[in-house]
């Protein structure tokens, strides 16, 4: 079986992104397995730390590059991706490079009806940017909107269309990770 890795945009405990990484994480437990990684753990990316980064950016950037793929669930804000989700790439860019060539999928959620775009668009960006290198699952925009509403107090997700759009775009990411 696949072994993926999760990377949870926020540092928030009550994040929605969060929580529909957990509801991956479930629901598709019989085709591959999911581990969630937290950014908010690490700390703030200095140059002066690169070249001895604490354990907890070791770990990170392990779990990384042991895994078959990567799923990156960022929310927005201020029209692109969470400081804390920016500092985790950033850790990813210098001295060891774990996403490159690594096969991404990019999801979010938000409260807002626009479903993250703008902070999915600058997440393609960096995940481009000569430091990261990793191949991202083109299209396939899964942005959730109105994510209050989305889920039940199990964390269940009540929207049928959008779970429908979810395994569609979770089939079309197993699908690009078994491209040669
Ligand atoms: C500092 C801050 C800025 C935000 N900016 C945006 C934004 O630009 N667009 C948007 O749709 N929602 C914005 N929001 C609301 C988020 O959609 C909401 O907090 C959502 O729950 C974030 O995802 P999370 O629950 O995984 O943390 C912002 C929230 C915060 C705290």
Redesign the pocket.
Known sequence: MRHLVGI???N?S???????LQYIQRRYRDRFALTLLETGTLPLFSQDAEAHPPAVVTAFRTAITAADGVIV?T??????V?AVLKNALDWCSRIEHPLEDKRVMVIG????????V??QTHLRQILDAPGIGAQVLPGNEFLM?R??QKFDVHGQLVDLGTAAFLDTCIANYLEFLERA
Do not use: F
């Not at 929310?75 to 692109?80: F, I, K, L, T, Y």
């Not at 959620?109 to 993250?116: K, R, W």
């Open positions: 949870i945009g926020n928030y009550g994040s929605m992104n969060r929580k529909l669930a929310p927005e804000h201020n029209h692109s969470p959620a938000s409260l807002g009806p626009m479903g993250t703008r902070a909107g994510a209050g």
